[in-house]
């Protein structure tokens, strides 16, 4: 058996940030998985419709894979990233970089990994490998997903090699720290204002705050819109509370990074954000609960309340947004 060592996992929720400080504490970089979240501009908002769709998503966050390179960008480490159509050379990608003594990063849809608990294609999943032998691989993967982990070489390589929606090709990654990277806390400021950018001026009407009031008039629809209410309502509302997000559509993690963010600088607009998104928090979570009544029970009451708390939800994040774009002036 092969093994990199000191890989410690901790109880984090979200895979890619998981796998990011998997990779970075290897090398030296110690950072709290809010942090990782945060620095790399992780938070978002999508909601998405089509004729094609069985039912519409709600996304909290950036497209897969964006968070990590935001990171690498703000901080200024070196993120090497290896594709392939080949599903030898991509295990030959894993194995040097494995037996060189790094932990890597995968991209790999989870539905085929024998350990995943929910049975559902997403090819956006990353996580971090830093084992094998001859029949598994030994993985880090979130909490939720049982933290250190296997799964079969056969299994890995289905996951590796799917194809759909947010899959890569073999997408395999390692990072590296120079000497002289900027401090993580002198970057806070620059994440922060990229992401309020992001967030206050969407390109589309789908996206940011624009896009969580266009899902407030859109869910009242829902128990029209679905062929199964009672699945498709409550299966949405898990998603945004436990697929990997941390809880409330993963605004409890930048609530956290905010937090953190205030230990480190003193400012008013810090202070705000903090305060707004420790609202938007709550009412998340509380979104979610009404999407799982109207399901279970048929009334479209609860939606017609989740989409006056969705109206209120654009507003809140809008002006914490507005207050933290405020910090670079």
């Known amino acids: 058996m092969t093994t990199?060592?000191?890989?410690?996992?901790?109880?984090?929720?979200?895979?890619?940030t998981t796998t990011l400080g998997v990779l970075l504490r290897h090398q030296g970089v110690d950072l709290s998985e809010p942090m990782l979240f945060g620095l790399g501009r992780g938070l978002s908002f999508i909601y998405w419709d089509s004729k094609n769709m069985g039912f519409p998503f709600l996304g909290g966050r950036v497209k897969p894979f964006e968070l990590t390179r935001n990171l690498a960008d703000v901080l200024g480490f070196e993120l090497r990233v290896r594709e392939t159509t080949s599903p030898r050379k991509a295990w030959a990608n894993v194995v040097e970089d494995i037996d060189g003594g790094r932990p890597v990063g995968l991209q790999l849809d989870s539905f085929h990994l024998e350990y995943f608990t929910a049975k559902v294609h997403f090819g956006g999943h990353v996580v971090a490998m830093y084992?094998?032998?001859?029949?598994?691989?030994?993985?880090?993967?979130?909490?939720?997903?049982g933290g250190a982990v296997s799964t079969g070489l056969d299994s890995l390589a289905l996951a590796r090699a799917a194809r759909g929606p947010m899959a890569a090709r073999?997408?395999?990654?390692?990072?590296?720290?120079?000497?002289?990277?900027?401090?993580?806390?002198?970057?806070?400021?620059?994440?922060?204002?990229?992401?309020?950018?992001?967030?206050?001026?969407?390109?589309?009407?789908?996206?940011?705050?624009?896009?969580?009031?266009?899902?407030?008039?859109?869910?009242?629809?829902w128990l029209r819109r679905s062929d199964d209410p009672g699945r498709d309502l409550p299966q949405t509302a898990l998603l945004m509370e436990r697929a990997g997000t941390g809880g409330a559509l993963f605004r409890n993690l930048y609530r956290d990074f905010l937090a953190e963010c205030g230990q480190l600088l003193d400012s008013e607009h810090l202070r705000t954000g903090h305060r707004l998104y420790t609202e938007a928090a709550v009412l998340w979570t509380e979104v979610a609960a009404l999407i799982t009544e109207a399901g279970e029970s048929g009334e479209e009451q609860y939606l017609v309340q989740a989409g006056a708390a969705l109206h209120e939800l654009a507003r809140i994040e809008r002006e914490a947004m507005e207050a933290l774009s405020r910090l670079e002036s």
């Open 4 to 16: 990199v060592t000191g890989i410690t996992p901790r109880p984090t929720h979200h895979c890619e």
């Open 131 to 145: 084992g094998y032998d001859d029949q598994v691989a030994h993985l880090v993967d979130t909490e939720q997903q």
């Open 170 to 221: 073999h997408r395999s990654f390692t990072v590296a720290v120079p000497q002289g990277m900027p401090a993580p806390h002198t970057r806070i400021v620059p994440a922060l204002a990229g992401c309020a950018r992001a967030f206050l001026h969407p390109p589309i009407a789908n996206l940011g705050h624009r896009g969580i009031d266009k899902a407030g008039k859109a869910v009242r629809t």
